[in-house]
T-cell receptor, first 113, second 118 residues
């Protein structure tokens, strides 16, 4: 069963524009949710995580994500894109009591000058 | 400030050859993981070690073996490489495996090992 779905394998925005990367999840228990970023030729780094505290989570580099239980979504946003934001972004979820972390297929963000 | 170190960074194998990917972490983490990353499929868990002395299968364990050599080191072995194992492999570690009790641990990843099987 698909636990996390990222809509759009590629997203292209202009520098200074809003960044919106979509993530929907399925979970049998209250989930833990994460966004990771992968810069070229590097490992993944944690951007932010949701652990049932505040529904709006702020992360590094100006990114934030909002947990919406009614929509089973955890979309990632940034008000103004920088060229340095170009990377691949992965949504991940711990969907059940097995504690296994399940990754989405990733969204590559391209930032146009 | 090494974090998680993987070797080698690149490797080319012929079908049927064997090799071992090495991983070491210096953060005193209890849990370690091996993932593979393939285009359009995200990261998939191959094996993990919740604590020293234990290993368990993940989503895609077939064709792989692992060894938790000590608390620091967790190796991944391909006994007879196949073209389907061409991928980028990532090792990761976390403080412990039970995210819920610990308030959701964070994974720290190595830089990856790119393996090509011809």
């Amino acid at each position: 069963a698909q636990s996390v779905t990222q809509l759009g394998s590629h997203v292209s925005v202009s520098e200074g524009a809003l960044v919106l990367l979509r993530c929907n999840y399925s979970s049998s228990v209250p989930p833990y949710l994460f966004w990771y970023v992968q810069y070229p030729n590097q490992g993944l780094q944690l951007l932010l995580k949701y652990t049932s505290a505040a529904t709006l989570v702020k992360g590094i580099n100006g990114f934030e994500a909002e947990f919406k239980k009614s929509e089973t979504s955890f979309h990632l946003t940034k008000p103004s894109a920088h060229m340095s934001d170009a990377a691949e972004y992965f949504c991940a979820v711990i969907p059940d009591s097995s504690y296994k972390l399940i990754f989405g297929s990733g969204t590559r963000l391209l930032v146009r000058p | 400030n090494a974090g998680v170190t993987q070797t080698p960074k690149f490797q080319v194998l012929k079908t049927g050859q064997s090799m071992t990917l090495q991983c070491a972490q210096d953060m005193n983490h209890n849990s370690m993981y091996w993932y593979r990353q393939d285009p359009g499929m995200g990261l998939r868990l191959i094996y993990y070690s919740a604590s020293e002395g234990t290993t368990d299968k993940g989503e895609v364990p077939n064709g792989y073996n692992v060894s938790r050599l000590n608390k620091r080191e967790f190796s991944l072995r391909l006994e007879s490489a196949a073209p389907s194992q061409t991928s980028v492999y990532f090792c990761a570690s976390s403080e412990n495996y039970s995210w819920a009790r610990s308030g959701a641990n964070v994974l720290t990843f190595g830089a990856g090992s790119r393996l090509t099987v011809l």
